[in-house]
């Protein structure tokens, strides 16, 4: 089993900060790539980031230069950094992992339930 479990989402101002942690627990024997997605009301949901385990990153558009995504690959962790914080950022926050399972032979793609972000201006 494998279980991914995002925080540090809340209520900050417009212009703060936030840092979103997601963890990946379970019988897991490697992480190809994790990421970070969002979707905000009435929208579809996003890519927001990405980074491979060789620490490639790949960011939206809308948030280049403003957020930044980092991991921990002995932790199992991924990060993401959100500066200069905008109302249109708020969102609930979702964490994804293409994980290659203990015994298995192929990755599969794996969610976490998400974190609420919410901007206020």
């Known amino acids: 089993q494998v279980q991914l479990v995002e925080s540090g989402g809340g209520l900050v101002q417009a212009g703060g900060s936030l840092r979103l942690s997601c963890v990946a627990s379970?019988?897991?024997?490697?992480?190809?790539?994790m990421g970070w997605y969002r979707q905000a009301p009435g929208k579809q949901r996003e890519l927001v980031a990405t980074i491979t385990s060789g620490g490639s990153t790949n960011y939206a558009d809308s948030v280049k230069g403003r957020f930044t995504i980092s991991g921990d690959n002995a932790k199992n962790t991924v990060y993401l950094q959100m500066d200069s914080l905008k109302p249109e950022d708020t969102a609930v926050y979702y964490c994804?992992?293409?994980?290659?399972?203990?015994?298995?032979?192929?990755?599969?793609?794996?969610w976490g339930q998400g974190t609420q972000v919410t901007v206020s201006s």
């Open positions: 379970g019988t897991i024997l490697n992480i190809n790539a």
């Open positions: 994804n992992a293409d994980i290659l399972r203990r015994y298995l032979s192929s990755y599969s793609l794996y």
